[in-house]
């Protein structure tokens, strides 16, 4: 049977899913452990995710990994990461990162415990619990996986919470092209206007709609990024910006916003990052995202990137949708850790 340490590695599992003729159905599935429970196990699987019974389960094992990446990659593309979107109070407890940015987004507020932390494991989360507790806020902690698997465990002991697993995509650049999207130049895009907004299904071109990449984001970007964060305070700027190449995508129909993103290029150069896609929901289907992101490529090509990665919770099925048809594909995944109260 399956222990806490195997989170975060492939596993089979055989669950019943019926009785005929008093004999049990079988059924098998192949996947990534991402919680065990008393209770369930969770999968993620190629078709999604997967939450089964303890009761349903007959037998379940490890199997071998698929293409892993090494764990230098995921390090290497954590790090990218983590430059891409700086949190402006930073410690460090051996080779972990301590991170902190007024509370806003996890990723910023969080610990990432990659490397050694230069003590033993309970030490180490102990550390990070003071570090959070000094400045008043919850200690949370990012547990890239299978690499921080230990970590993990530690973390479960302690009955600290889960919040749902978070893709880390990857897709060699230029990325696929898509077919309702992403001309050759910054042509047209088809869009519904904000007068005929709600109106489902009214889409027009606009020969002005285009994608344009600006070195500061806008007022009316940083509501829409401060409307999906909850909020926008001070050091929110600092994450957003504080990036040596990073560019905001804006797509503006008659003054009003319609989509925006964000782009960076970290990594020594290496990795371009895609964080803030977001479209307005009377606008969504019609290729903005694509553009978006096909723009934001571009400009990461120029600036040397090879690669793009981004971080997408594996619930958001649109995005993950959207993301697959452009060539991304899970590299890794990461658990967000919050210390009980
Ligand atoms: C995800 C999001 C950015 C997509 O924007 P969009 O402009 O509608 O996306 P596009 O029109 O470029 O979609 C291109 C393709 O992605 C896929 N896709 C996009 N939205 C989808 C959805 N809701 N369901 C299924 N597939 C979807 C489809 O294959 C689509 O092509 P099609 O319309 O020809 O079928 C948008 O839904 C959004 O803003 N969501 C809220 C914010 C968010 O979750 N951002 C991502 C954070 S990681």
Avoid: C
């Amino acid at each position: 049977m399956l222990r806490q340490q195997d989170v975060g590695h492939r596993i089979v599992v055989r669950r019943i899913v019926g009785i005929r003729e008093g004999r049990p159905l079988f059924s098998d599935a192949l996947g990534e452990l991402v919680e065990l429970t008393e209770t369930h196990l969770t999968l993620s699987t190629a078709q999604g995710q997967l939450r089964v019974p303890v009761a349903q389960v007959h037998r379940a094992k490890r199997v071998p990994p698929t293409r892993r990446p090494t764990a230098a990659a995921v390090v290497a593309l954590e790090r990218a990461a983590d430059e891409a979107w700086p949190a402006p109070s930073r410690g460090q407890l051996g080779d972990w990162l301590l991170r902190a940015a007024d509370g806003w987004t996890g990723r910023a507020n969080s610990a990432l415990p990659i490397g050694d932390p230069d003590r033993p494991l309970p030490a180490a989360v102990d550390a990070v619990e003071r570090w959070y507790a000094e400045r008043g806020q919850p200690p949370i902690i990012n547990t890239p996986l299978p690499l921080a698997a230990p970590v993990g465990a530690e973390l479960d002991a302690r009955g600290w919470a889960a919040r749902p697993p978070v893709l880390v995509q990857t897709a060699p650049l230029p990325l696929q092209p898509s077919a309702a999207s992403a001309p050759p130049d910054n042509a047209p895009v088809a869009r519904r206007t904000p007068a005929t907004a709600g109106q489902a299904g009214t889409a027009v071109a606009d020969a002005d709609a285009v994608v344009e990449l600006a070195a500061a984001p806008s007022a009316e970007w940083l509501a829409v990024a401060a409307g999906r964060k909850g909020g926008l305070p001070e050091a929110a700027r600092h994450v957003l910006t504080a990036v040596g190449q990073v560019r905001f995508a804006h797509v503006y129909v008659d003054g009003t916003l319609l989509a925006v993103g964000r782009g960076t290029v970290t990594g020594q150069g290496r990795w371009l990052g895609l964080s803030l896609i977001e479209v307005l929901p009377v606008a969504r289907r019609q290729g903005l995202a694509s553009r978006v992101i096909h723009e934001l490529a571009a400009w990461g090509m120029s600036a040397g990137a090879t690669h793009a990665f981004l971080q997408v919770e594996q619930h958001n099925t649109a995005a993950v949708a959207l993301y697959q048809r452009l060539g991304f594909a899970t590299h890794h995944t990461y658990l967000t850790r919050v210390a009980p109260h």
